[in-house]
């Protein structure tokens, strides 16, 4: 009886398979670095860009603010232009009439002239923020706006703010005028650091500002009744509470005009 011949089966040796597994975790590997790569310049790339956008809001609020600084002589007790310097931190303080845009209009229920005060302070990880507090002129700032300001910008290196001097007319971080509106305001901010051994601010933005309105003297403020006295008063400046000697009629009594925004 003739025996059968026994089949030969293939099949793939132990070495063959371990090679094929290493080529295939090789590919995963450069699918998975790739993939991470990408993830990450885009997760840099959309914190960047939200920097950014971030440090063109907190220019923007700014400069809205020092756009409407208003203050009235007659009584200009209330409306003092207030500046603190230091280093590279200002602090500063100022009546604005302020758009329905800014930030917290609804919380003071139209009330669109406000004390504005900018400040930088300690925050809570050792960096600096700048903060934003406002109150309704006359009143004093309220608990939550004392304890809670509006955090405008976190990790400040810089806000400075600078003016034009009215007789040097060179750039100063003084402001000794407290009943003067500055014809010109330079803001400079920096935000961030490009790394942790680096002092190199990561956004700088300069802004340069000049606020629509000027001071208000005291006889613009009279009424027209008081005006036609002054007008007959030769120690009265021009004649009138208007520049020009205007006696203001047709704006009604003790009416103020301001530029248009």
């Known amino acids: 009886m003739r025996s059968q011949p026994r089949q030969r089966l293939s099949a793939f040796t132990?070495?063959?398979?371990?090679?094929?597994?290493t080529i295939l975790a090789l590919i995963v590997t450069a699918i998975?670095?790739?993939?991470f790569a990408i993830l990450k310049g885009s997760t840099a790339a959309a914190s960047a860009a939200a920097t950014a956008q971030r440090t063109r809001l907190t220019m923007r609020l700014v400069e809205d603010a020092f756009l409407g600084t208003v203050m009235y002589n007659q009584n200009s007790r209330y409306y003092p232009f207030l500046v603190d310097a230091s280093g590279n931190y200002t602090s500063v303080s100022f009546v604005s009439r302020l758009p329905k845009s800014f930030l917290r209009s609804r919380k003071f229920d139209g009330a669109d002239i406000r004390r504005v005060s900018f400040s930088v302070e300690d925050g809570p990880h050792g960096d600096k923020q700048l903060v934003l507090r406002q109150n309704v002129l006359l009143l004093d700032p309220d608990k939550d706006e004392v304890e809670n300001p509006?955090?405008?910008?976190?990790?400040?290196k810089m806000f400075l703010v600078e003016f034009i001097d009215p007789k040097t007319h060179d750039w100063t971080t003084e402001w000794p005028y407290t009943n003067q509106i500055p014809s010109e305001i330079r803001i400079q901010l920096h935000l961030g650091s490009q790394d942790k051994f680096s002092d190199k601010p990561t956004e700088r933005l300069v802004g340069v500002v000049a606020p629509l309105t000027q001071s208000v003297h005291p006889e613009w403020q009279l009424p027209v009744g008081q005006a036609a006295l002054n007008n007959n008063n030769p120690n009265t400046n021009g004649g009138g509470p208007f520049p020009g000697g205007s006696t203001g009629k047709g704006n009604g009594p003790g009416t103020i005009v301001f530029p248009a925004r």
Do not use: Q
């Open 150 to 156: 509006l955090i405008v910008a976190r990790d400040v």
């Open 32 to 35: 998975y670095s790739a993939w």
């Open 14 to 21: 132990m070495i063959e398979i371990m090679v094929a597994l």
